[in-house]
């Protein structure tokens, strides 16, 4: 199947510091990728949907200017969570829809990020 | 509004049980995909299966296998002759069909912790 990573697989900051996250498909093509966290022992909260060449779409609650998502081509979404405090320590998912196979989504390997 | 219940949070079995994983959903849309999702203590999260809301055929796949019932809006999920490696949170999700401006977007439920005993 078709393989979306991560980068960094986990990271430990300081509180106030900001942290880019890259989600990529390596071998297809996304229109979309989505954004999810996950806190400790809960369930995947899907935070933003990311289309290529515009603007992200947020879920309610979630905070666009704390998040800042980034689809600068068909292969690599970033998002950024800007001056991150300790309640941003979660572990955030993406996942790419492919251009071709409209029914399919894959997901990458998570990233785990702890803020000191 | 979409959404998925997994009413047991935790199932403990002894290995070469079987054990069935429930999943119920509410949904207002008439095309829809259901999911299963494991998830082993790496975080990442493994596909198993993907159902379109007008196939209500059972499948199996290996040990593993799914009765989807759209009368009753429940998706169950079994392991037959459960293994220790099967230990892991397992998510029914849903999403709405393609075409629909949120489709792709996946509603999880809240994960079963399946943990199974050598």
């Known amino acids: 199947g078709a393989v979306v990573s991560q980068h960094p697989s986990w990271v430990i900051c300081k509180s106030g510091t900001s942290v880019k996250i890259e989600c990529r498909s390596l071998?297809?093509?996304?229109?979309?990728m989505f954004w999810y966290r996950q806190f400790p022992k809960q369930s995947l909260m899907l935070m933003a949907t990311s289309n290529e060449g515009s603007k992200a779409t947020y879920e309610q609650g979630v905070e666009k200017d704390k998040f800042l998502i980034n689809h600068a081509s068909l292969t690599l979404s970033t998002l950024t969570v800007t001056s991150a405090h300790p309640e941003d320590s979660s572990f955030y998912i993406c996942s790419a829809k492919s251009a071709e196979e409209i029914n399919e989504q894959f997901f990458g390997p998570g990233t785990r990020l702890t803020v000191l | 509004a979409q959404k998925v219940t997994q009413a047991q949070t935790e199932i403990s079995v002894v290995e070469k049980e079987d054990v069935t994983l429930d999943c119920v959903y509410e949904?207002?849309?008439?095309?829809?995909?259901l999911f299963w999702y494991k998830q082993p203590p790496s975080g990442e999260l493994v596909f198993l299966i993907r159902?379109?809301?007008?196939?209500?055929q059972n499948e199996i796949s290996g040990r593993y296998s799914w009765n989807f019932q759209k009368s009753t809006s429940s998706f169950n999920f079994t392991i037959t002759a459960s293994q220790v490696v099967d230990s892991a949170v397992y998510f029914c999700?849903?999403?709405?069909?393609?075409?629909?401006?949120?489709?792709?977007?996946?509603?999880f439920g809240q994960g079963t912790i399946l943990t199974v005993h050598p």
């Open positions: 159902r379109n809301s007008f196939d209500e």
């Open positions: 071998d297809f093509q996304a229109t979309t």
């Open positions: 999700a849903l999403s709405e069909e393609f075409g629909g401006t949120s489709y792709g977007k996946l509603t």
């Open positions: 949904t207002r849309d008439t095309t829809y995909y």
